[in-house]
């Protein structure tokens, strides 16, 4: 393997010198070391932690793509790597996780990283494969790991959890063309997990939004398809019912996009276009339209009701009269009878289809229930025209029902990366909204969020100046008495604005040293458990007094009691530095719009030494409160560590220790991406496996608050190790991670 590694990089000199007509010479190389390896339950997965180093010279640009991870003797079935191509700009060093899953029960005895490499030097590129030296993993420390109470562990790896299905739409259907009215076509949908068909889920359809103002863009016999044991999705698709009228109205095709349930954020678009061929073409002598107050066709839930008017037109789209001619039927009918109904004005009652009053301008009703989605309505007369002809028209709306005001927000952390370019980390967050029903709200409306990372001092303390001794202005659940919280928020008088209350029912001068006033003025962020959702997220607030606050926005919720709560700010004070620098921390917007899913994905951007920072990240919008029965607006919070890109201790080789002799080590702890020491925070770890005779933690700023500056606030632990007598041992520590703050 050495000499493979040799030619390796004899054949990439060759390239930088002949390749890319250059006089440099690159001492050139690429390693991969595990920085931590984890089996699963039973030996079906793993999870392996690396680090990718560039030793190339720095006028050598190095990219990396289609990576993948290869572990021996096993056979892998499923595999994630993230990332899985990389572009090193001024980073050396490129952090990398892979999950495994394989086939059957196997132990891993080596592995190593393949792809493709481009070099570029004075412009000229060049692709060469990539393949790692083969690195030997240390299988009896895995199984060790899985035991270990010292050591952080990794759940069992559910299969299900790697896949991120992708669609294929074949070439003859990426555009389809229709040239006669009401035409039917099949559209499959190919389901692929990398290169192998994934049989599970379904895939759905987003139509043009077009729908909305009531063009007939055809209808889907279903909105949502199962995918078929071949990987296949396929949609029962029939197209506008008058062909001639959405072209001479310049609507000549319609884009519709497909995603699987599990992958909506890889959306695959298909255009369907409309054409008539006139030399065979008969000329429509009357059209059928439905209309509805300011063409707005979408609706409420739940049991909201909405008017729709059937419409005849001649050739010239005028609005003919009865006289004209004699309509004989005209039906209306529900092709989802899940989310909407028809009312028969008649009887009161509801129906899946309804006959109307044989009148040009008959109405009919709509009444919803309490899903969401999309409901297509079908529309067919029969009429004699003033030739005697027996004439058929038939057309297709389709209603987006829309799902209910918000009522429920969860805050789900995604990953982590960092944007060197702003010598930050960013911590990205999925926001997903519903309805009291349970419908992800469609409405797309937009939410605004941002997070505490310092707090004020309680006003318990003797003074407002933070030390690593003071109490945050914190009340959780491991702050609480008997399990009730302290905070209450009351709307005081509903028809006098800005009267809302929020105070501590059992401290008195709680809020003594929060600050209400400027631009650095404090924010309440109130969570909990319960329906107080409401009450949730962050308030402005003037102070009262030493234990009351005057909310700045209406609150139009009821007394809401045992709540949690901090006051706090978006940035940090570092109490180790003389100069009281700041670390903050921020998202990219003040606000973010839900997609149609009712999700959208967030990021949060910090100072490097946030990291281990724990903070309240909290959102809000306006929203409907259930059991009030009012439109309020509602929030929620979640407490989160901050968790950066990866810790290492230094130093990275460990000690050595002489036989026969006790050595006291010590272990500072170091971000990977940054030359950054990782300060004021906490940190797990585990001890590599050794023959030591004895070791025994002395100790480390894991004991002391986090906000000490013991050591200049650099995070350590330290060590008494004894070697055995007859020879000498390694002491190493490992898997080092971020801890909660508090």
Known sequence: MKNISKLLTISMLGFLLGGCGSETTAQSDLSVKSRKSTLNAGNQGMSLDLILTNNYASNVQVELKDLVVNVSPCVIERSSLNPNSVSFGTQRNIEMTAQLLFKGECLPTNYKLEGTTV????????????????????????????????????????????????????????EIKLNTNSQSVDIAIKVFDGTTPYTKGSVKVELPSSVLTGEDVGLFEAYEVPVNEQ???????????????????????????????????????????YSVQEDTYVPVEYSLDVSTQDSDFSMGIPNNQKTFTVNIEDADGKNINNSDIKITKIEVSTENALLVNLINTKTGGVETTLNLENTNHSAFVLTSKKLSGIAPIRVNVEFIDNNKQVK??????????????????????????????????????AISVTDEYGNKVNTRPYISLGALVGYTVDGGEASAVETNETKRLYYGKNDIENDIANGIINPMDDSVANTTQFEDSKLTDVFKYVNSEGTNSDKLVVFGKGKNYEAMGKWDFSKIDNNTLKLEDDYLGTIREGLSYAIGRNYYQDQCADDSREWLGSTDAESYQLDEEGTVVVSYKYDYHLTGKDALIWVNLSGYQSDTEKNT???????????????ESRPTA???????????????????????????AHFGYGIVANKCANVTVLDSSNFYDARSCTNEGVAYVKFSVTAPADKDCNFNIQDVVVADEF
Do not use: C
């Not at 396929?234 to 009228?245: A, H, I, R, V």
């Not at 929620?636 to 890109?645: A, D, I, M």
């Open 119 to 174: 070099l570029t030097l004075d412009g000229k590129s060049r692709e060469l494969p990539f393949v790692s030296l083969s690195q030997e993993l240390n299988v009896t420390a895995l199984s060790e790991e899985e035991n270990s109470s010292e050591t952080n562990t990794t759940a069992p790896i559910d299969p299900e959890e790697l896949i991120r299905p992708i669609l294929v739409i074949p070439n003859d259907l990426k």
């Open 392 to 429: 058929k028209l038939s057309t297709i709306i389709n209603v987006r029902v829309m799902s209910g005001l918000p009522s429920a927000i969860s805050i789900s952390y995604v990953g982590t990366g960092i944007d060197a370019s702003r010598a930050k980390y960013e911590e990205k967050f």
């Open 231 to 273: 990987g296949i999705a396929t949609f029962k698709y029939t197209g506008p019912s008058n062909l001639k009228s959405l072209i001479q109205q310049n609507h000549k095709s319609s884009s519709f996009k497909f995603y699987h349930i599990k992958n909506a954020s890889a959306k695959q678009a298909l255009k369907i276009t």
């Open 654 to 680: 460990g000690y050595a220790i002489a036989k026969g002799t006790t050595s006291i080590v010590k272990f500072d702890i170091h971000h990977t991406e940054v030359a950054e020491w990782y300060q004021n």
């Open 633 to 647: 607006r509602i929030g929620e919070v979640s407490k989160h560590t901050l968790r950066g890109r990866g810790l």
